[in-house]
Structure formats: structure tokens, C-alpha cells
């Protein structure tokens, strides 16, 4: 909210708003995530432009919508119309707003997570870079395999624990190997999966979603 | 038919995950494959051109699948044409009875074989034992799990978890051969064993990795010349092949042949590339006298049925998805419990099999998408996964699978999420259950929920914040702005 409203965006949040639906849609519950996702529809679908600050989420309504929705056409039109006009939150400053420098500052050494649905359906690699390169006093440093999986996955990282964190390990390792100070993502789903380790090892890096980093100006960091 | 131990994945990846050899054995050999198939695209084509190869190799695959009734028919022909035989077998058994016939009738007492994944679906070998018949698989890595009485760890490295000490044990006990651990010295030993086997054999079982429709010709890819050996040497050669393997016409093998061994070895061309055109002609001074070639359903037509499942038979079961899986990376192929292994594993497992012993499979993914980035056919797996996992909720495949947890939870979370009212309520309650056991904004143990305790082993879970950010845009965020409830741009 504080970065959008720096870029001189007018911002709204519709309160009505609850999830897209993706949790019951990977679990194969597709009439719970329908419902799910027309009241996603019903609230969004008279906005202009609709900003999702995770990238599962923005993928889910853009990618996987259509096929929620390929028998039932009225509805799928809608959500077409909704999937165009969504982005994440970076390829929007980026790529709509226009810009790489959101007049944020900072210091340090910073490494980078691709996630997945942001890198590999969505395609979104350069944008989150770009917004790290244009913050002030921060340096990016790539880890080892950045667009690995960190072993997330939803409904995966609690029915197979002990696979889902020995994928995890490799992540933690590259991130401590990159030496950096935080580790950036734009997905909320890998960023709770790799805080949630790194904090019960007492690690010392710090998990961030990319928009905490655009927020800082350089007085609170 | 082999036997299908899905039912125990979560068992045997836990065990898989413990073994600190077979840990070793995969991140060497998975960095191996990924590394080399990476460089070898990278220098040959590049991403554009090989995108375009992909795109069209899937074409060809999905259109001669739309169409397999024709070109199975046009199959028949070419191989009649050529002198060889065709048999369609609707399962394992069925194929077993058939191969079985062939050597009984030819009083066949041994039988090589080069590597085919179709005969481990059949667990061919067990049937011809046990009709006093001697299989002696070929390929180096095959051989080794057959003495070793194990199944193939990857579809395309059988063996790649066995350690050189281990390989020369099984040679001591079952070659009687000298300890040693000198890898070529350990190939010398299986030569000199399998030669004896390729000169007496009086029939060879391969599979085929294309069969093209137009001419008839069975082509395999091989790295060790023990297909070209198997296909020709004995007096009768059985081909054994899922009915998904055809091409239309032989130009198209310079695609599929591209494709196949850098995706699979990160190979520019694989050693041996075999065409087999049927059985010996008069002019010919050598081959094979007799040929047959056994299509096997086997499971097969469920995927076909399936209009979204279908594609999974453009596979050309190359293992690059295996070898991209972070979760194949981790666990190896033993636990998906059948023939087939990795993201491609639990796609077509179920369905070839039975949906319940196999339930855990479709699940047994991140979805993070690398396998469709690699596959040479551009199989959705992702999608298919999804699909499977649609099907099992909807107990569309018998029995509902889910867990009694997940039904609750979905349950809950669709009477939330579809009202935000109801949304805050439940969230309200979250903060309150989970407040006493809340430290510093961390979650590190949840006694009440079986799903949570699966996370907190490793991980924290976030408490939830004492202030939903609908309630801090309510009160604080939302005064600032021109539309309260608008998103316009600038």
C-alpha cells in the first residue's frame, strides 16, 4: 500500500475480498474453489486494475481460472476479463506503472527465491530484480539454483512433511551460501515455508516479502 | 503384472530420505543429467528452437493419438507387409501369454533381453522363469538389478543407486568373478558374461522406442549395442511396446531422435540408434527369422479415454522429469512404487493401475512446474496432477481418498471464504485457539490439529497477526485514499 501510494497509485482495497481459491482448487475440491472464485470475481471484476502481491495467487486467476471455468463459459469469460486485468505486484510497477525505482532505501546484501508459479507460469524473472536493483544501499546477490522449488507446495508441505523439508534444506543452504542478509520473494506461500524454518533454526537471515523491501526508505531499516 | 506398492510412497520416501547413500547417488547423478542436458540444448539450439522442436514433436505425438485406431491398422500392415506378426494385448497378462507361446512353440530355453519398460509392466521375466525359461537382461544397468532381484530406479538408469562396491558384490556372488573396484573392470566381467548369453539365446525381447506406422520399422535407442545385439542375433525377436509408441512416418524420427537423447543423457546423438525393419529378408546374410511385435494397452486405453489425461501418452519416457523433480531429486524412484517413477510416475500410475492403492501419487508434488518446462512432449504435468486430485475429491475414481482432515478443513474454508463477515469470524476464533500456544508472533507446536503437526516438526507457523489488514485498512489505511473502495490508476 505504502509503495503504490509513493508511486502515486489510488489505491483501494475491497473489503469484501477472502482468497482466489487455489487452496481447494490443488486439493482437487473444484466446486469449493469455483464457489470460491466467483466471489472473487463479484468483488473485483468492476476494478480497473486488480494488484495480487503473491504469485500463486496472481498464476491462479490468470492460469488456472480458465480451466476452473471450462464448462462453464459465462463464468470463464468473466474471469477472463478479471485474469487480464490482474497483475503481480512487481510486473505492475514495473511493467504498467513503469518504473524500477520506487524511491526506496536500504542497506545490505540481498539474495532472491524465483517462485514458482511466478517464474513458470506466469514468467515473471527480471521485474522482482529490477525492483531490488533500483533499491538504494541494497545489493543483490544470486544464490545457487534460485528458481528451485523450496519444497512449498500447499497441500504438499503438510501431507509429505519429511519431503517437503528435505527440498526446503537445499534452499535454506543456498541462501546461506549466497551470504546475503534476506532473502526476497514475492509469494507468500515459499515465504512462510522458508521463514517458518529459518526462524525455528535460528537462522540469521530475514525472510521478506519484496513489497516490506520497497517499503523501507532508509529511516526504519 | 509387476506388482504396484504405491500405497506405501509415504513409507519408502521416509526411508529413502534416511539413506545417506542413496542421497549421495542422487544429487550426483541428478546434477549430472541436469548439467549436461542444459548445455547441450544451450549449444545446439538454443531456447527458441528448441521450444519450436518441442511444440511440434507434441503435435505429432497428440495428433497420432487422436487417431490410434488408423495408425495401429497402418502398423499391422507395414509389419505383415515386411513378414512379421502383430498381436494387440489388452493387459500383462495377456502379452506374458503371448511371448510365452512364442518361445514354447520354438522350444525356446534362453531368452535376452534389451531394456523395455513395457516388459517390467509385465513382469515378464518372473513368467518365463517359471516356465523354466532363463531371461538374462542386457542392458548393463538392467542386468545389475536383475541379479540384484530389484526394480528399475529410473526409467532411464535403472541402477544409479548402486554403489561400484555393491555392483562388484552381486558380480562375486553371481559371476563368481574377483572383487574389484575399477568400473571397467566390473563392465569387462558383465561383457564376458552377457556374451556368453547373446551367442546361445534363441530368442530377444526389446522394447521399442518408436514404432513408425508407415514402414514398420521398430527403432530403439540404446548406448550399449546390446539392442542391436538382442534384435539381431537370436533366431526369433520379440518387440514389446505400449500401443502410445507410434510416429507416423520415418522423417519423423529426426525430430524424436533429437529430442530424446539430450533430453535424456544430455546427449548430441546416443551411441547406438537401431531400425528394425522385421525378420531376416532372403538377401539378408543376417537377423532374425521370425518377428513379432506385441502392443500392450495395459492401462493404457484409461489414459486415452481421458480427454485431459491423454496427452500423458505422448511420453517418450526420456526421465527428464525425473531428473528436474525436486521431489524425484529427494526420494528416487523406488517409493512411487510401480514402473514408473518421478512427476510422469505419478501421473500415469493411477490410472494404469488402481486409483486407490495409488492415491497418495497425484499429491506427491510441489506443482512448482519444472517437468513441464522439460519435457520434450510438453506434457502438462501439473495439470494432470490436478486433474487426478480433482478426481479423487469428487470420488469419481470409487472410494473418496481424501483424509477426513482435508474434507473438514475444505469445509471450513469454503464457509469462510465466501463472506467476509464469516471470514473475520473464523478468524477471530484462529487468534483465540492459537494464542496459548503463540511465542513471539511463532507458532511451534499445534496439539489439536494432525494436518499443522506435519509443519510444525520443521517449521514455525505464522501466529495470526492481532489485527487483520482488512481492519487496519478500515481504520487507518483507508482515510488516506481518494476511492475507499476504487483501485484507479494514477
Known amino acids: 500500500m505504502k509503495v503504490l501510494r509513493r508511486l502515486g497509485v489510488d489505491v483501494g482495497f475491497p473489503e469484501d475480498q477472502t482468497c482466489c481459491g487455489q487452496i481447494a482448487f490443488n486439493g482437487g475440491f473444484r466446486s469449493h474453489a469455483a464457489d470460491v472464485a466467483k466471489h472473487f470475481l463479484d468483488v473485483f471484476e468492476n476494478e480497473e486494475q486488480v494488484v495480487v502481491p503473491s504469485g500463486s495467487c496472481a498464476s491462479m486467476i490468470k492460469v488456472y481460472y480458465r480451466e476452473l471455468f471450462e464448462d462453464d463459459p459465462e463464468t470463464l469469460e468473466r474471469a477472463q476479463a478479471v485474469g487480464e486485468k490482474t497483475r503481480e505486484l512487481s510486473d505492475y510497477i514495473v511493467n504498467v506503472v513503469g518504473t524500477s525505482d520506487v524511491g526506496a532505501a536500504s542497506e545490505g546484501l540481498v539474495t532472491y527465491h524465483d517462485a514458482c508459479h511466478l517464474l513458470r507460469e506466469l514468467r515473471i524473472k527480471e521485474a522482482p530484480r529490477d525492483l531490488i536493483g533500483g533499491v538504494r544501499g541494497i545489493e543483490l546477490q544470486e544464490m545457487e539454483d534460485s528458481n528451485a522449488c523450496c519444497g512449498f507446495g500447499g497441500l504438499f508441505s503438510v501431507k509429505f512433511p519429511e519431503i517437503s523439508t528435505a527440498i526446503l534444506d537445499e534452499k535454506l543452504k543456498n541462501i546461506a551460501e549466497s551470504g546475503a542478509g534476506a532473502v526476497v520473494a514475492n509469494d507468500c506461500g515459499c515465504l512462510m515455508h522458508i521463514r517458518g524454518a529459518m526462524e525455528r533454526r535460528g537462522m540469521n537471515v530475514r525472510a521478506m516479502h519484496i513489497a516490506e523491501l520497497l517499503a523501507e526508505d532508509g529511516t526504519d531499516g | ?490
Open chain 2, 1 to 490: 503384472m509387476a506388482e504396484v506398492k504405491s500405497a506405501e510412497f509415504k513409507k519408502a520416501s521416509g526411508r529413502a530420505l534416511r539413506d545417506e547413500k542413496l542421497q549421495h547417488a542422487l544429487e550426483h547423478v541428478m546434477e549430472h543429467f541436469v548439467g549436461a542436458r542444459a548445455n547441450i540444448i544451450e549449444s545446439d539450439f538454443g531456447d527458441e528452437s528448441w521450444e519450436s522442436m518441442r511444440t511440434r514433436a507434441a503435435a505429432i505425438k497428440q495428433s497420432t493419438l487422436e487417431h490410434l485406431d488408423y495408425y495401429l491398422d497402418m502398423v499391422d500392415k507395414s509389419v505383415r507387409r515386411n513378414g512379421g506378426h502383430v498381436y494387440f494385448a489388452d493387459d500383462a497378462a495377456q502379452a506374458n501369454a503371448i511371448v510365452l507361446d512364442i518361445a514354447k512353440r520354438n522350444g525356446v530355453k534362453t531368452v535376452i533381453k534389451s531394456k523395455s519398460m513395457v516388459s517390467e509392466e509385465m513382469g515378464v521375466n518372473h513368467i518365463l522363469e517359471r516356465e523354466g525359461i532363463e531371461p538374462v537382461e542386457t542392458d548393463l544397468g538392467e542386468y545389475i538389478i536383475q541379479l540384484a532381484g530389484e526394480t528399475p530406479f529410473h526409467i532411464i538408469a535403472p541402477a544409479m543407486h548402486k554403489t561400484r562396491q555393491e555392483v562388484s558384490s552381486l558380480f562375486q556372488e553371481w559371476l563368481k568373478t574377483a572383487p574389484t573396484q575399477d568400473i571397467k573392470r566390473l563392465c569387462v566381467y558383465a561383457r564376458d558374461a552377457l556374451r556368453e548369453k547373446f551367442a546361445a539365446a534363441d530368442m530377444g525381447i526389446s522394447g521399442a522406442n518408436f514404432v513408425v506406422a508407415e514402414t514398420g520399422t521398430v527403432c530403439l535407442v540404446t548406448n550399449e549395442g546390446n539392442g542391436r545385439m538382442t534384435t539381431s542375433a537370436p533366431r526369433i525377436h520379440v518387440v514389446l511396446a505400449g500401443m502410445e509408441k507410434i510416429v507416423p512416418a520415418i522423417e519423423d524420427l529426426a525430430l524424436f531422435l533429437r529430442l530424446l537423447p539430450r533430453s535424456a543423457t544430455g546427449q548430441r546423438i546416443t551411441s547406438y540408434n537401431t531400425f528394425v525393419g522385421g525378420p531376416r529378408a532372403p538377401s539378408d546374410e543376417d537377423g532374425p527369422e521370425e518377428f513379432h511385435l506385441v502392443f500392450v494397452d495395459n492401462g493404457r486405453l484409461n489414459l486415452l479415454r481421458d480427454e485431459v489425461m491423454r496427452e500423458a501418452l505422448r511420453c517418450i519416457r526420456c526421465g527428464a522429469c525425473l531428473n528436474h523433480c525436486p521431489v524425484y531429486q529427494k526420494i528416487g524412484g523406488h517409493a512411487y512404487g510401480w514402473v514408473y517413477s518421478g512427476p510422469i510416475g505419478a501421473v500415469v500410475t493411477p490410472p494404469m493401475t488402481n486409483m486407490k492403492v495409488a492415491r497418495d501419487l497425484p499429491y506427491a508434488s510441489t506443482l512448482c512446474g519444472t517437468c513441464k518446462d522439460v519435457c520434450p512432449v510438453k506434457i502438462d504435468i501439473p495439470r494432470l496432477l490436478l486433474h487426478l486430485r480433482h478426481k479423487v475429491a469428487e470420488g469419481a475414481l470409487g472410494e473418496r481418498s481424501t483424509t477426513w482432515m482435508e474434507r473438514l478443513f475444505v469445509g471450513q474454508w469454503h464457509g469462510a471464504m465466501r463472506n467476509r463477515r464469516a471470514l473475520e469470524g473464523k478468524a477471530n476464533l484462529g487468534r483465540l485457539l492459537t494464542r496459548p500456544f503463540a511465542r513471539g508472533g511463532k507458532v511451534r507446536k499445534l496439539p489439536f490439529a494432525p494436518m499443522v503437526s506435519g509443519w510444525t516438526a520443521s517449521r514455525d507457523f505464522p501466529a495470526p497477526a492481532p489485527k487483520s489488514f482488512a481492519r487496519l485498512w478500515r481504520e487507518e489505511l483507508a482515510q488516506d485514499n481518494v476511492h475507499p473502495n476504487g483501485m484507479e490508476q494514477r
